[in-house]
């Protein structure tokens, strides 16, 4: 990833004259990217396609190390921390979906343990 270049425009308040800094597009579009992979890994979850949901997840990953290479500007910091926020809330629902489908497949394993035994013990 390039580095980060930073635009800044100057704003006239009130005949004061103050810097504003506004987010370069490279670094918007990484952060729509974060929360897009993480809806996206949600979706997955819920489909229980856990592999390519571990894909996304690693793509991401590389993503967000990549733009924190650089410090975030303080007056980025606000819309870096919303987009984060996003992001661990979907994290969140795909803990949750994935510790169900964990429980779901130890009681299928279960009942099949319990199944095999009583077989062998049909069958002895």
Do not use: K, N, Q
């Given at each position: 990833m390039p580095s980060r270049k930073r635009s800044k425009r100057t704003l006239f308040l009130a005949d004061e004259r103050c810097v504003a800094h506004?987010?370069?597009?490279?670094?918007a579009k990484s952060l729509e990217s974060?929360?897009?992979l993480s809806r996206e890994m949600v979706e997955l979850a819920r489909a229980e396609e856990w592999d390519q949901l571990a894909q996304r997840e690693s793509i991401r990953q590389q993503q967000i190390r990549l733009f924190f290479k650089e410090a975030v500007p303080a007056a980025d910091a606000a819309q870096v921390k919303a987009s984060i926020d996003q992001v661990l809330a979907m994290d969140e629902t795909v803990q949750q979906l994935a510790e169900h489908a964990r429980d779901v497949a130890a009681r299928?394993?279960?009942?099949?343990k319990r199944g095999s035994q009583a077989v062998k013990a049909y069958t002895a």
């Open positions: 506004s987010m370069s597009p490279e670094d974060w929360v897009a299928s394993m279960g009942e099949l």
